[in-house]
T-cell receptor, first 112, second 112 residues
Framework: NAGVTQTPKFRILKIGQSMTLQCAQD?????MYWYRQDPGMGLKLIYY???????DKGEVPNGYNVSRSTTEDFPLRLELAAPSQTSVYFC???????????FGPGTRLTVT | GENVEQHPSTLSVQEGDSAVIKCTYS??????FPWYKQELGKGPQLIID?????GEKKDQRIAVTLNKTAKHFSLHITETQPEDSAVYFC???????????FGKGNQVVVIP
């Protein structure tokens, strides 16, 4: 199993541009999550999903959108990128029967 | 919502010594408390967790203790080694929720 994969690893965006961060898992997990990690601020939940077709907002959803059309994929969309969205983004998944969250390697995004 | 705080933010220890990181939580209903380790350039990984019906749990050189009355829990690492150098996150959740509230993280540096 590859576990949780994220692409790209790094990206630089100009203010106002849009992009999609890709996340995929091959563990057949129902639960998937998007977090952002800012220095000294821990992990903040952006959006999460409890299964295909179901998504919900986390603590910091403004400026982001998600979709969950399949169990495997959970892309995060940034519209009109702003410098405040400069961060490291982590995707995670969870089976739903246990509580361990499995994290991807992260995407480092810089908006200038 | 749940608020989790970690202390200290940075901890330096001599190799072979013990390290202790403490977290406090705000929601007395929380009953699941995991610890995640994040190595440089990687996503967090679960290292140990505890549920509120248990006061202490050990796994080789690491242990977690929980004080429900005081609403705090601690990670103990004994006989520290250079590979223990990382950022450690505590989290709290309500069992059945599948969402975690993370602390801001502690940087642990083991000095050879």
């Amino acid at each position: 199993n590859a576990g949780v994969t994220q692409t790209p690893k790094f990206r630089i965006l100009k203010i106002g541009q849009s992009m999609t961060l890709q996340c995929a898992q091959d563990m057949n997990h129902n639960y998937m999550y998007w977090y952002r990690q800012d220095p000294g601020m821990g992990l903040k939940l952006i959006y999460y999903s409890v299964g295909a077709g179901i998504t919900d907002k986390g603590e910091v959803p403004n400026g982001y959108n998600v979709s969950r059309s399949t169990t495997e994929d959970f892309p995060l969309r940034l519209e009109l990128a702003a410098p405040s969205q400069t961060s490291v983004y982590f995707c995670a998944s969870n089976s739903g029967s246990g509580y361990e969250q499995y994290f991807g390697p992260g995407t480092r995004l810089t908006v200038t | 919502g749940e608020n989790v705080e970690q202390h200290p933010s940075t901890l330096s220890v001599q190799e072979g010594d013990s390290a202790v990181i403490k977290c406090t939580y705000s929601d007395s209903a929380s009953n699941y408390f995991p610890w995640y380790k994040q190595e440089l350039g990687k996503g967090p990984q679960l290292i140990i967790d505890i549920r509120s019906n248990v006061g202490e749990k050990k796994d080789q050189r690491i242990a977690v203790t929980l004080n429900k009355t005081a609403k705090h829990f601690s990670l103990h690492i004994t006989e520290t080694q250079p590979e223990d150098s990382a950022v450690y996150f505590c989290a709290a959740s309500l069992w059945g929720n599948n969402r975690l509230a993370f602390g801001k993280g502690n940087q642990v540096v083991v000095i050879p």
